[in-house]
């Protein structure tokens, strides 16, 4: 089992839909999770972070987490085209340096 | 502010030759990390520094890899000799502290080794 898992894609959505995009983990005492978004040749780029069970809204985002089941995901709200990148999670490892343990990955289009 | 940057942003070498990574992190920020991502799998860390002392090194693939960061500013990833198998692409993160606020990456070295 891998430690930081995501459903690769590609995830279609319409415009102005919501778009869930989900990571599981494997490390029950994970406390803290990352999801970056990345376009095609671009640097991943910190879009929300959560540490407590529940969701987290920032904007048109929206971060849930539920350590119970061991996943967190992603939903992004009137989804638009610009949305299209690859959405990574990121989770640290625990173990003093937080090395970051990244899935693959899901690539999202947006359809106009 | 100015962001993570990564030089050069390609670089194409023989297998054989050396190559060096530069990565200037986003200033006062004492973690730097490297990762690298290699076709069709997800970015696997490599390194990190605390200022200028290397933390964990557990994800360097074998020694023909060997990072510095005197100083504790700029860090530099030396591949000497390079191999096919060292394509990909290494991005360098940095951060302000360890457990909140996340990393903030640079926009990556795509390396092809031929």
């Known amino acids: 089992q891998k430690e930081v898992e995501q459903n690769s894609g590609p995830l279609s959505v319409p415009e102005g839909a919501i778009a869930s995009l989900n990571c599981t983990y494997s490390?029950?005492?994970?406390?803290?999770f990352f999801w970056y978004r990345q376009y095609s040749g671009k640097s991943p780029e910190l879009i929300m972070s959560i540490y407590s069970n529940g969701d987290k809204e920032d904007g048109r985002f929206t971060a849930q987490l539920n350590k119970a089941s061991q996943y967190v995901s992603l939903l992004i709200r009137d989804s638009q085209p610009s949305d299209s990148a690859t959405y990574l999670c990121a989770v640290p490892h625990r173990g003093g340096t937080y090395k970051y343990i990244f899935g693959t990955g899901t690539r999202l289009k947006v359809l106009a | 502010e100015a962001g993570v940057t990564q030089f050069p942003s390609h670089s194409v070498i023989e297998k054989g030759q050396t190559v060096t990574l530069r990565c200037d992190p986003i200033?006062?920020?004492?973690?730097l990390y490297w990762y690298r991502r290699v076709m069709g799998k997800e970015i696997k860390f490599l390194l990190h520094f605390v200022k200028e002392s290397k933390q964990d090194e557990s994800g360097m693939p074998n020694n023909r890899f060997l990072a510095e960061r005197t100083g504790g500013t700029y860090s530099t990833l030396k591949v000497q000799p390079a191999e096919l198998e060292d394509s990909g692409v290494y991005f360098c993160?940095?951060?302000?502290?360890?457990?909140?606020?996340?990393?903030?990456f640079g926009p990556g070295t795509r390396l092809t080794v031929t």
């Open positions: 993160a940095s951060s302000q502290s360890l457990a909140g606020g996340g990393q903030y």
């Open positions: 490390d029950r005492g994970s406390q803290s």
């Open positions: 200033s006062g920020h004492d973690n």
